[in-house]
């Protein structure tokens, strides 16, 4: 598990907070795939510290799921178990992941032919 969330985390940039709005990137264990969803709440549950967040999944047809959570375990900070099998979410970094990187600065090249008097 640790592995794949390892490899999840170097090809996607995620949030440090996760808000009503955000994109979220959903691995499942127990189906062993990614989907995505988009958070449409976020609410304090009855137990102290933790939170029903509801996110509608976005495929065909489209399916909403209430989830208790703590922080951690929406904010890919870690991976947590749900009926014994292991699911990581968190927020889509979209314009960490869109920026292009800079660019190299040029060498000054020097001329192929020289001049000699």
């Known amino acids: 598990m640790e592995k794949v969330i ?12 996760t808000e009503v709005g955000d994109t979220v990137l959903i691995y499942s264990q127990d189906q062993n795939r990614i989907d995505f969803g988009r958070v449409i709440s976020i609410e304090p549950d009855v137990k ?4 029903v967040v509801s996110i509608v999944l976005l495929q065909i047809p489209f399916q909403r ?8 375990y929406y904010t890919a900070k870690v991976p947590f178990k749900m ?3 292991f699911k990581f979410i968190g927020a889509v970094d979209f314009d960490r ?20 008097k």
């Open 97 to 116: 992941m869109l920026t292009p990187p800079p660019n190299p600065p040029k060498k000054e090249e020097k001329p192929k032919l020289r001049v000699i």
């Open 65 to 72: 799921v209430n989830w208790q959570l703590v922080p951690d």
């Open 83 to 85: 009926n014994g099998k």
């Open 48 to 51: 102290r510290g933790w939170f």
């Open 6 to 17: 390892n490899t999840i985390k170097n090809l996607c940039k995620f949030k440090m907070t």
